[in-house]
């Protein structure tokens, strides 16, 4: 949600900290702000709106002595996104500034308590009672420190928040619970940050913060300490390989499609190491030590829940292990019942998602243990779980996730054949022939993306009035419906319904008239003749078709989109980006913010 930085080094704090935040625009926000300390006062400068809009305002003042402090992209969830609700947030004194990413959950209790010893709030915040409270550690407590930790052993919920203080100079302090928080070590210099894109221009050295840790970072140096005790911590670094080009556009109008076309080379990197190229067996060294399970417990939100409701399809079909795929969270909320000998799958693009997070620490405390496939090293999903695999999709920036999802899906489908063989359910020729022939997908796709853009383009220039769209599919392209309808919504905010093809004649069916267009997934697989019994219903409504399809299929629709066939399952890595790019050009040619859709952030770090 929230982007986060700190900064306390050598070089003008507020240039540096903006630049950060232009890294971090990724995670979604509607104001921003920095806050630093010059001539013994708080500089704070907030706007509403875009980076812009902030870079306007502080252009028009001095702030460009100071070598500390702290700045933030706020996403609302406590009070309407106006300038006084945008952090950093100060005490009732102005002798601390301090931004948060997360929800207090006992806010109000504070609040009322504060206020009735004289505080006043100027925002409507959970963020600057937090901060007053604080400044009321000081009351009780001989240094911030012993202040910061005061206050946060009283608060409920998650955050991760970093604050500066007119009375410690050059000093910035950080903590966080269930929301993510990580420290770049530099030369000079030191960094907190929600995320390493925000200082990877100046240190690829790293040290994660887990919840309930507390960190002082100087120029110079750089503590961590139990946020409940204050017990010194012992921290290892740790090196990040990717750049920040890996970030950028490359050429591209957005990050989106940029990131689109990558997926050849996500698939590439997502078998590195993976497929034993001499018996077309795949290698899952991460799970070696791990019996395949007698049932799989997936978790996820979002784009990664659909990845595994796909994966369910091959799990079940290949291992015979039976398949429980749950959103984060209604599953947090529920007493699930885990039976001995299960294992949980916990699916996350950022590994930063609460809800998912969450549910982890539902089935840890149940003793199964958890299996983390993400594509953030070091993330708190990784850190959380027993297992890790990685999907290697490289930094995904857009707000809408594409290549994460490819990712994903070629790292269930390689578990899918290495439990299937490790099983014996799996028929070798099968195994060896999926094997060898996911090899050759990604130049396969990399050859027809072109192809597939020109024809979205075409397609969403048809479509681009519609008001609703139904995205149809059935078995393992029933997932893949409902990540059309997403991806259409989430980025031209055009209504839209994933729905199993079967599902049409049990209501849905009701609202097909020549105005209300549907996108149906009618690939050449044993399923195909009862979707195209489907479409005829759809047709004798009046109804209007876009069908993706395969060459020779006999479907007779207004609008065929054909691809190329490969085997079986690996059809899904022609179709999904057919989707995204669909959903990519109608919300293109709209005008909308593509890479950063209105009410939308990147990782969901709050409930």
């Known amino acids: 949600m929230c982007g986060i930085i700190g900064y306390a080094g050598h070089r003008p704090a507020v240039p540096l900290i903006v630049e950060g935040l232009r890294r971090l625009e990724y995670r979604g926000y509607d104001s921003a702000g920095v806050a630093t300390v010059q001539n013994k006062a708080i500089e704070l400068v907030r706007a509403e709106g875009k980076l812009a809009a902030l870079e306007e305002k502080l252009a028009q003042k001095n702030v460009t002595n100071s070598t500390f402090g702290i700045g933030h992209t706020r996403w609302a969830t406590h009070g309407i996104p106006v300038e006084r609700n945008a952090h950093p947030h100060l005490d009732m004194d102005k002798k601390l500034a301090m931004i948060h990413n997360g929800i207090i959950e006992n806010y109000q209790e504070i609040k009322a308590e504060l206020s009735a010893k004289g505080y006043e709030f100027r925002s409507d915040t959970d963020s600057e009672v937090l901060v007053n409270l604080i400044a009321e550690g000081l009351k009780h407590n001989d240094t911030l420190l012993e202040s910061i930790s005061w206050a946060l052993n009283q608060v409920e919920g998650a955050y991760a928040i970093a604050l500066v203080s007119v009375d410690d100079p050059g000093t910035v302090y950080a903590a966080r619970v269930s929301s993510p928080m990580v420290m770049g070590i530099g030369v000079g210099e030191n960094f907190v940050a929600s995320d390493i894109p925000a200082f990877l221009p ?318 149906a997934m009618a690939l050449n697989d044993e399923l195909f003749p009862k979707v195209k019994s489907n479409l005829v219903e759809v047709q004798a409504r009046g109804g209007e078709i876009i069908a993706l399809t395969n060459p020779g299929v006999e479907l007779d629709v207004e609008h065929r989109w054909v691809l190329p066939e490969v085997w079986g399952p690996l059809n899904t890595f022609m179709a999904l980006p057919a989707l995204q790019l669909f959903a990519y050009e109608t919300a293109d040619y709209l005008g909308k913010d593509v890479d950063q859709p209105r009410n939308l952030a990147k990782s969901v770090t709050v409930e």
């Open 202 to 519: 100046y240190t690829r050295e790293v040290v994660f913060i887990e919840d309930g840790e507390l960190v002082r970072i100087t120029s110079s140096s750089w503590e961590v300490f139990r946020s409940d005790t204050l017990e010194p911590l012992e921290k290892e670094t740790k090196v990040i390989n990717w750049d920040v080009q890996a970030a950028q556009k490359g050429g591209y109008k957005h990050f989106m499609i940029k990131e689109i076309f990558e997926q050849p080379k996500v698939i590439s990197d997502c078998l590195a190491g993976r497929i034993d190229q001499s018996g077309n067996e795949v290698v899952l060294s991460e799970l070696e030590e791990l019996t395949p399970p007698e049932r799989l417990h997936i978790i996820a939100c979002g784009t990664s829940y659909h990845a595994g409701l796909w994966g369910k399809y091959l799990i079940e079909q290949w291992a015979k292990i039976p398949v429980e795929v749950e959103i984060a969270s209604e599953f947090r909320y529920r007493d699930p019942i885990l039976p001995k000998g299960g294992v949980a799958l916990a699916i996350s693009q950022s590994g930063e998602t609460a809800d998912t997070l969450a549910g982890i620490k539902l089935v840890k405390a149940k003793g199964l243990p958890i299996i983390g496939l993400c594509n953030v090293v070091g993330s708190s999903v990784a850190r959380e779980s027993d297992y890790v695999v990685y999907t290697q999709a490289g930094p995904e920036i857009s707000v809408a996730s594409t290549k994460a999802m490819c990712s994903q899906i070629t790292a269930l489908l390689l578990l899918a054949l290495y439990w299937g063989k490790k099983k014996g359910t799996l028929d070798p020729e099968i195994c060896a022939r999926v094997a060898a022939d996911l090899r050759n997908i990604p130049s396969i796709l990399e050859a027809e993306l072109p192809a597939m853009r020109s024809k979205a383009q075409q397609l969403s220039r048809e479509f681009s009035e519609a008001a609703s769209f139904f995205f149809l599919g059935r078995g393992m392209y029933f997932p893949l419906a409902l990540e059309g309808a997403l991806k259409l919504k989430e980025i031209s905010y055009i209504h839209a319904e994933g729905y199993a093809s079967g599902e049409m004649k049990h209501g849905p069916i009701a609202l097909i008239d020549p105005k209300f267009p549907t996108f």
